[in-house]
């Protein structure tokens, strides 16, 4: 994507309406990001000592959510509209607007170092 293919976004609202706007317009892209992404998981996950599923991946994510919640609960509204509005879980948009973060977390968990 050249530098004349920016896109920019305005959205407005409280922290859901936000989220579901975002999930809305940039649906195919998210679910695109998270195939890739659940891919990149599950190879990373094998690579580190057990492959997961994709249906314990998504567990993994179910877990971390309520420190998300604890840590910002902003947050968690933001990215239960961004679910809505894309029509995925809550544990999808973890994995893919988490993804560098949540990988490390996938391959202690496949290494048996975590959960």
Request: charged share 30%; proline share 2%.
């Amino acid at each position: 994507m050249g530098g004349d293919d920016l896109r920019i976004y305005s959205f407005s609202g409280s922290h859901r309406d936000v989220g579901r706007s975002h999930g809305e317009t940039l649906r195919g892209e998210l679910r695109e990001s998270l195939r890739l992404r659940m891919e990149r998981c599950v190879d990373a996950s094998r690579r580190a000592g057990r492959e997961l599923s994709q249906a314990a991946i998504r567990e993994l994510a179910a877990r971390h959510l309520p420190y998300v919640a604890e840590f910002s609960p902003g947050l968690m509204d933001e990215i239960e509209g961004i679910a809505e509005g894309a029509d995925v879980t809550v544990e999808e948009v973890l994995i893919v607007g988490g993804y560098t973060d949540f990988v490390d977390v996938v391959c202690r968990s496949a290494a048996g170092n975590g959960f």
